[in-house]
């Protein structure tokens, strides 16, 4: 039989993670953010009611631009690729703009023109044909847009715009030795051959106060320079006192004199670049969240509301901060429900289904108690940092926990040790994964003291040898089994997995597909002959699952960008078979499978995926509730019937089954038909009609289950705008209100 079910959010709902940019609102004080997933938020200056607004798509992480429209309402304008897209309803539906051609490429900035048409200026470096960095503008809020010009630089990071708080002209740096402006509808050199001292990044910004106009570019995201005539010519300031991230630097809206940058850090001037003060040290953070600023800063947005306040927002690796005092001080506004954690993996106590830790990308090793709720849970986070590969020992009670540089941090009593007990560091010279974090694997029974690692050499010399490490007696014990995996491969061990059926079997694959199992507790090994199959990807792990009720059934996933995703073995890896079907070519990151072993399910780049053994199919579970997101981590919890999986940018997400059916398909939901006319079908100039007896929500799925398109409809006759589609065959779905 098939499933159904219903999907919930987990968390963490108080410890949020990367946030890439933002736009306000000055009417609402609404804060406008998209998170490293592509997710827009809506929130407010307060640090309150932050809502997602788009779960179901992804947006590009350089653009967002907010709106007033003359007739009233805020649009909404963001990029995926190069193309741009609006929404007039609050990111319930969207359409994209006019003018732009294709998506190959990337947004560089959008602003807005202080002049009669609220003109917008669109910055953006396209691939579709030679690479180029393009100037386009609207005059209708973004519905449409004219091309203007190519610029000289083609690398993205070579050009850069930016206007002065409501002023009428945008300035844009091309190169390091062109200036230009734009105003009104037209593009006009200001300068040339500047050749300022930088080869392969620039950033200007703009302040205009009392009249007077300051520009300042940023050269290699080190050397600072000044314009007082318009942009005409540039004197060189200072070099920053670090070398900033592509973050670059910015100025107050008031204060030409007063600039910040960031890079792990956020620093302050207030005399020009003449000099820079640290705001703060990025490890304050973790004694005092609510004021210290999180490290990694992703952007740095100065704005005025409504009264005239100047403040500044700084999205970074722990969500968004405000700043009233030009970074003197500043304010976590992401304290709740701003939930962005980008989690390595999770595991939950094997008898306690509330009790999760999860291990995330700089918001450190988490736990909760109230993992039961039905609202997101709140998480605390033990320790700071990038955590992931967790295994427990001592039938959960004990948890292993790795930092990059394969450095192990162990909690004899996970649910309640404040700190770390004991460490180990795994050295080598054939270190997987770079050495950011090795793949390690659960001994086979609940109750053993050890893991398994993936090495690396105890001895820190060459070769990559599977590592046993224990906690026994009040200590770590340490021990390496013969086989160098290096040797027999050509690459390091890349996922590890043992079962409980039999203790002596040990599976391994390398990082070039590679796969190796043990019927003597690693004693010897021997490689599958004539197979190559799915390897992990640069810093993630591939992954192994054997069956915990049939001896010989084995499972490997990993990068199925070309080939299969995921390969079966029915014994025990002397051959393996490929699991073909409707999944897409994506990395799968980790598998589980329900107690009666019916199902297979696989945290995927694309989604959630499940494959039926009955079936023999693979189906995308995801549904209309489901984020999209990159999913990197799965596991069953058998006493909720709970498949609980990790994303990389919206937390931990629950799908609960509450039923096997006979019907083939996945369904979220039983709904009633609806009935809607499509026409033509197929489409022969981008566009269909569809006709609606009500109004209703539409959603197009292409074979392998993506959602790709989402519009809201209203009753009667609608145009849909499908060019952006490749040719071939899609699925239409709707749903009403009731």
Known sequence: GELEGEWNERGSSDVPGNVRICDFHPATNDVYAISDGGILWQGNIDGETWTPLNDNLQLSKDVIKVVDLPAGGVRIIAAMGYALYYSDDNGETWTDSDGLGGVNGSGINLVQLNDADNTLVYLYNSTEGPTRNKIAYSTDDGATFTFVSDLTATNRRFVSMDVAHNSATAYIMDNNDDVYKFEGTTLSEITTGLAL??????????????????????MDNKKLYKSVDGGVTFDFVNDLLTTAWNVGFEVSEDDPNKLYYGEVNLY??????????????????????????????????PFKKADGTEFTLIPNHGGVYISYDNLLSTENIAMADLNTGQFYDVLTHPTNASLIYGGTQDQGFQRTLTGGTPVASAFEQVISGDYGEMQFTHNGETIWIQYPGADFQIYPNAETDAWYTYDFNLD?????????????GAAPNPSDDFIYVGGGSLDGGSGSFLVKLGLSGGSIYSSQFDFDFKNASGTSISAIETTPLNEDFIYVVTENGRFFHSEDEGESFEMTPSYVGPSGGWIYTADIYASRLTPGLVFVGGSGYAGSSVY???????????????????MVHEMAMDPSEKFLFAATDSGPYVYSIESEQWYDIAGVSAPLQQYISVEYISSEDIVRFATWGRGIWDFTISDYISDVGITESTEDA???DIYPNPSTNGFV?????????????????????????????????IGSLANGTYVVAGQTES
């Open 197 to 218: 001292t930088g080869s392969s990044k620039c950033m200007i910004q703009a302040n205009e106060t009392g009249g007077i106009l300051t520009l300042y570019t940023l």
């Open 268 to 301: 302050r001037s207030f005399d020009g670049g003449d000099s820079w003060d640290l705001v703060s040290e990025w490890w304050e953070y973790y004694d005092d969240v609510a004021n210290k600023i999180h490290a990694d800063i992703m952007s740095i947005e």
């Open 428 to 440: 080598g010279l054939d270190m997987p994964n770079v050495n950011w974090i090795v793949p390690t």
């Open 568 to 586: 079966m073995s029915i014994d025990s890896a002397k051959s393996f078979i490929a699991l073909e079907g409707d999944m897409p070519s994506t």
């Open 674 to 676: 609806l009935n809607f």
């Open 689 to 721: 009609s569809i006709n609606v007896i009500e109004d209703m929500s539409i959603y197009i799925f292409d074979l392998t289950g993506k959602q790709v398109i989402t519009q809201l409809l209203s009753k009667g006759k609608n145009t849909l705008n």
